[in-house]
């Protein structure tokens, strides 16, 4: 009995250490920026098979100074193929405030009462003393009320440019573009990782294009390091309130 009642204990002590250990670690070592990977590979990117553009024939003639693909002056510099790459702009100025509060009451009675029970009255108050007097046989009355209030204040302010990479052409002819950034600054890593669906027509003349053009948009800006550590929850208080249930 003892030994199946210490088998969780014994689990939970395991978790523990392995988490103690993920910390020292952390804390020990800097934290690692990751490889560079494929771009279909960043999470809400469509698959495709392979991130580069489609070869274009060299059909130049010798002793000539012209080259297919090469650019030019009056050429549309502007990313169209997948594989190419073009800067998102990134403005973010959000600020919202909610209020709410409820308050909820009810109150309840009721009476039973037994006027009569086929002559048995007198029997029933011989045998059970103090009911003398039937009518007021049963009473039952209730009141319960909630009040509630929540107050949400949030700002954020977030200003950058990150390039992407074309991954897709959709039949329709849109974009779908995905990308990631990671800089470190002594012992912290700032990423940033973007992707969605654009339209050519809202690629601007510098190769640009606003994080408000681009549908179906994720964008995640985050970070690892000594600095998150310590604003984030530890482990147990985590778990505490993922399962308390007040």
């Not at 573009?177 to 600054?185: F, L, N, W």
Request: charged share 15%.
């Amino acid at each position: 009995m003892f030994q199946k009642a210490s088998r969780p204990f014994a689990v939970i002590a395991l978790a523990a250490s392995l988490a103690a250990c993920a910390t020292v670690s952390d804390a020990v070592q800097e934290p690692q920026l990751t490889p560079i990977t494929n771009p279909q590979m960043i999470v809400g990117a469509m698959p495709v098979s392979a991130p580069t553009p489609p070869p274009i024939a060299d059909d130049s003639s010798m002793n000539s100074l012209w080259r297919t693909g090469a650019t030019g002056f009056f050429n549309d510099h502007r990313a169209s193929l997948v594989g190419d790459i073009l800067t998102v702009d990134i403005n973010i100025t959000d600020t919202a405030t909610l209020n709410n509060s409820t308050s909820t009451s009810r109150t309840g009675s009721q009476d039973a009462a037994v006027t009569g029970l086929f002559g048995l009255e007198q029997p029933i108050e011989r045998f059970l003393p103090g009911t003398d007097n039937l009518g007021t046989g049963l009473g039952t009355s209730s009141a319960s009320s909630s009040q509630g209030v929540g107050t949400v204040n949030r700002s954020e302010n977030i200003q950058m440019s990150v390039a992407a990479v074309i991954t897709n052409v959709l039949p329709n002819g849109n974009f779908v573009i995905a990308g990631s950034q990671e800089v470190r600054v002594n012992s912290e890593v700032r990423e940033l990782i973007i992707s969605g669906v654009i339209r050519p027509e809202d690629i601007s003349a510098t190769n640009t294009i606003q994080h408000t053009q681009i549908a179906e948009a994720r964008i995640s800006y985050g970070g690892r390091g000594d600095l998150s550590s310590v604003q984030r929850p530890r482990v147990g208080q985590r778990v505490a309130n993922s399962i308390l249930p007040f």
